[in-house]
């Protein structure tokens, strides 16, 4: 059975290039975000690693740690980096796991359990390795995105997904497609007319089924 929605993050020991640690421990009282990668020293994901190292203030801002996977280790992990910084310019702080025994990889139903690495191995032996896991501070897993190895990943809707998901657990509301922040919020269908007046205020509604309002700061 594969990792779902609300689940609980297995709570892994894992090893990376800043030191050993759990997951729940890293995790702590914060949002968090897995992001793994079939292998070090590869186009697609050096560009990904970069945009994330960019993105740190975004990462702060919204009091998310963020961490990488891949099934290399620790020391090819510390070089890569290297390039990592060189292409976004910035400094790439945030720890990679060094999965090279598919722990992390099995226990998040990124590859079957029967998974191996063969020796002279490629990306494409571990190509299913490529995932965003968004983590609430309740250790439970609220979005996933998965990709092919051919598709870079679109860090601004990472961000803007992660901001859907903070603002629906913090405001008890749901978000419209293509909302950003700012933009009117959906209010669920089990709340009375009575009590989105008293806890909204002024709404619209579109259908019985579809109101929509405007949170206020």
Known sequence: MGLRINDTIPDLTVETDQGSFSLHDWIGDSWAILFSHPKDFTPVCTTEFGAVAQLADEWAKRGTKVMGISVDGVEDHKKWKNDIETFANSKAGFPIIADEGLKVAKAFDMLPADAYLPDGRTPADSATVRVVFIIGPDKQLKLSMTYPMNVGRNFAEVLRALDGLQTAAGKGVATPAN???????????????????????DFTTVFPYLRTTKLKD
């Open 179 to 201: 909302w950003n922040v700012g933009d009117d919020v959906i209010i669920p269908a089990t709340v009375s007319n009575e009590d989105a007046q008293a806890k909204f205020g």
